[in-house]
């Protein structure tokens, strides 16, 4: 009899051990699930942009990318064009905490913030442009506001252009280039596939 009851003990503790490890992993999973304790994203630096968001530094292999592109337009506005890999735009309303590869990308003319957007396209009016060279910069960010970076400098890529009076308007000086874009490559690295313009330098 005695060696019964030790069998059922023993079964009766494996049982218990079995539904408290099931009851705990079913617990961690509603946790992950509802988002309660997410897995950071990068990690997060002391250092800022020039606005003061702070950047979020996240492995190369895979990082973020944006190229810009800027054509004058008929009526003296500048069509902007960007191009983003592995990347998405968040819709407006989006929740906050950050998720890689996501976010909202803010536009600059001159350092001076013109406008966020949630999509790839803009078109910059003639009175933010007025006659001289100017420098236009696209700067990736994640939903929470920090700034995505490679590296501890920002992802963007910037364009230069030139307003002037003419006729028809705005013009492109001729030969003008993207300028120095994310990292601090040149227009040659650029050109040999740098990661702020994925498809080559942006046009001014």
Not at 34 to 46: E, R
Not at 65 to 76: C, F, K, L, S
Not at 93 to 119: C, E, I, M, N, Q
Request: glycine residues 10%; proline residues 5%; aromatic residues 6%.
């Amino acid at each position: 009899m005695s060696w019964t009851r030790g069998l059922f003990a023993a079964l009766a503790v494996c049982v218990l051990l079995l539904t408290g490890s099931a009851g705990c992993d079913s617990s961690a999973a509603h946790d992950r699930k509802n988002g309660d304790s997410p897995s950071p994203v990068g990690k997060l630096l002391d250092d800022t942009d020039k606005q003061g968001r702070h950047l979020r530094e996240v492995d190369d292999k895979g990082a973020p990318e944006v190229g810009i592109e800027v054509q004058p337009d008929a009526d003296d506005s500048w069509d902007v064009r960007l191009t983003v890999h592995h990347f998405s735009f968040s819709p407006a309303g989006t929740k906050s905490p950050a998720v890689a590869g996501r976010g909202f990308a803010y536009l600059f003319v001159d350092h001076h913030l013109v406008t966020r957007l949630r999509g790839p396209s803009y078109r910059l009016p003639a009175e933010l442009v007025p006659r001289g060279t100017h420098h236009v910069t696209a700067r990736l960010y994640a939903d929470d506001g920090t700034v995505w970076a490679v590296d501890g400098k920002a992802v963007e890529s910037t364009a230069d252009i030139t307003a002037s009076e003419s006729e028809s308007g705005s013009e492109v000086t001729p030969g003008s280039t993207a300028n120095t874009a994310a990292f601090g490559m040149s227009n040659t690295d650029l050109h040999a596939g740098g990661r702020a313009s994925p498809h080559g330098v942006g046009k001014a």
